[in-house]
């Protein structure tokens, strides 16, 4: 049973270009949710989606950022224009959701980089 | 508005004793807490939880209380081996809400030999 798996592990892109991070879910979770991680600090809600469904966005920043969770396929964390200030790990979780005691499960992370 | 708070950021303890580590949250809804453990340049995994019904939850070497009144909660490591090391985030949740987690900061734990 594949654990969250997310890629690619380390992403650089140059200043004004789109990053693109993707995180497939454990299998049978149907919750997933996106955390950044700046340099010496804690981990930052960012996003709580459900299947072709977005619950909670409050940790997005309002511009640039945008995330989805297909019907089929991994969810996917967008960034356009991306700036220094962008780099960070981003790590991706999934659960089964649903009020249930499961925890959530993370993936190794991506590493973004923008220079 | 930080929900979930921890308010050491690093502790230091000799192999051997007892690690505990602190948390606070603000948020009187939050029915399900956990405790999360992170080595460098990896992702966050599952220690422990404890559901808002019970004060306490053991698991081998560790042991989570929880106090609601006083909306505290603490890990307890015993005894603490070098490979526990690491950061430590505490996270809470309100199910009754949605199952959006909320974490901390962290505290990063040095095991000392």
């Known amino acids: 049973n594949a654990g969250v798996m997310q890629n690619p592990r380390h992403l650089v892109r140059r200043r004004g270009q789109e990053a693109r991070l993707r995180c497939s879910p454990m299998?049978?979770?149907?919750?997933v949710y996106w955390y950044r991680q700046l340099p010496e600090e804690g981990l930052k809600f960012m996003v709580y989606l459900q299947k072709e469904n977005i619950i909670d966005e409050s940790g997005m920043p309002k511009e640039r950022f945008s995330a989805e969770f297909p019907k089929e396929g991994p969810s996917i964390l967008r960034i356009q224009q991306v700036v220094r200030g962008d780099s960070a790990a981003y790590f991706c979780?999934?659960?089964?959701?649903?009020?249930?005691?499961?925890?959530?499960?993370f993936g190794q992370g991506t590493r973004l980089t923008v220079v | 508005d930080q929900q979930v708070k921890q308010n050491s950021p690093s502790l230091s303890v000799q192999e051997g004793r007892i690690s505990i580590l602190n948390c606070d949250y603000t948020n009187s809804m939050f029915d399900y807490f956990l405790w999360y453990k992170k080595y460098p340049a990896e992702g966050p995994t599952f220690l422990i939880s404890i559901s808002s019904i019970k004060d306490k939850n053991e698991d081998g070497r560790f042991t989570v209380f929880l106090n609601k009144s006083a909306k505290h909660l603490s890990l307890h490591i015993v005894p603490s081996q070098p490979g526990d090391s690491a950061v430590y985030f505490c996270a809470a949740s309100d199910r009754g809400r949605d199952d959006k987690i909320i974490f901390g900061k962290g505290t990063r734990l040095h095991i000392l030999p």
């Open positions: 979780a999934s659960s089964q959701g649903g009020g249930s005691n499961t925890e959530a499960f």
């Open positions: 299998k049978g979770h149907s919750h």
